[in-house]
């Protein structure tokens, strides 16, 4: 396992979770003209971006269970809060966009 800087991780949360909110945020914008093809490939993309937010914590988490400790930083604890409440958001919007697309088919 390659052992990954907190630094690193860090930035690569943020990043990534970044991407992931313009992303969701985007297919919000094409579900509301109703182009569900394009929202769906934001929603893909988005999915894309968590996971690699994901596979980051988890590679961090797995280092600290076998001994590599971190110092446990403002940076760290703002970059766990934008990866929580961007899976929130992603999971909300989704929820929206099932919704437009539910209204548009009655």
Do not use: C, W
């Not at 919000?28 to 569900?36: E, I, P």
């Not at 961007?86 to 697309?101: A, D, G, M």
Request: hydrophobic share 45%; charged share 25%; net charge negative.
């Amino acid at each position: 396992m390659e052992l990954i800087v907190p630094d690193q991780m860090i930035m690569g949360l943020i990043l990534n979770a970044g991407n992931a909110k313009q992303h969701i945020y985007q297919a919000l914008k094409f579900a509301k003209s109703k182009d569900y093809e394009n929202s769906d490939n934001e929603i893909a993309l988005a999915e894309d971006a968590l996971l690699e937010a994901h596979n980051l914590q988890t590679q961090f988490l797995a280092q600290e269970a076998s001994g590599n400790k971190s110092e446990i930083t403002a940076l760290f604890v703002h970059s766990q809060d934008h990866l929580m409440t961007t899976i929130t958001e992603i999971n909300l919007i989704k929820e929206i966009i099932e919704l437009r697309r539910e209204l548009v088919t009655k």
